[in-house]
């Protein structure tokens, strides 16, 4: 178990410090391509393409963090519907079961698809930059979310077993 939350942690670090990183560089480029275009009247020559990769991969990175935290964008009306306990951890743990079976299904397609583009040596239109890194930041998202919610979804079980046992003794006292 130690192992498992350092490498949670490491993961959390790596992550982290490398979306930090890439945020800076997004900031960065976006104020020199507005500056040398509308300042000093220089076009970049495709360059302005950079930031929208950098902040495709910033942004498959964060879902990692996401869904480590499970605070993916959610419309909990059906939860909401129902009342408190059992039943909200029951609709909860079967939308966990459906988010898990779906990422992963789609991380192998993920993988064909980054593997495909390295063999063809795919660049990006303007500039020709390698665009193996911005599909390589797709597969780790994906990856990282398939992980992290079959991780959420074991909670969530867990949870559930424990409010069913909790209920269980409760009768038994009342009995």
Known sequence: MKVLKWIDKAVTFIIGNIAAIMLIFLILFTCVTIFSRYIFNINMHGYEELPTLIFIVFTWLGTVLSARDDSMLKVPVFQDLLPAGIPRHVLQLIALVISSAALCAFTPLVYNFWAV?????????????????????????????????????????????????????????DV
């Open 117 to 173: 583009n390295m063999e063809r040596g795919t660049v990006s239109a303007a500039v020709g930059f390698s665009m193996w890194w911005v599909y390589g930041s797709m597969l780790v998202g994906v990856f990282g979310m398939a992980v992290y919610y079959i991780v959420n979804t074991v909670k969530c079980l867990l949870e559930l077993i424990a409010l069913i046992r909790n209920k269980k003794e409760e009768k038994g006292d």
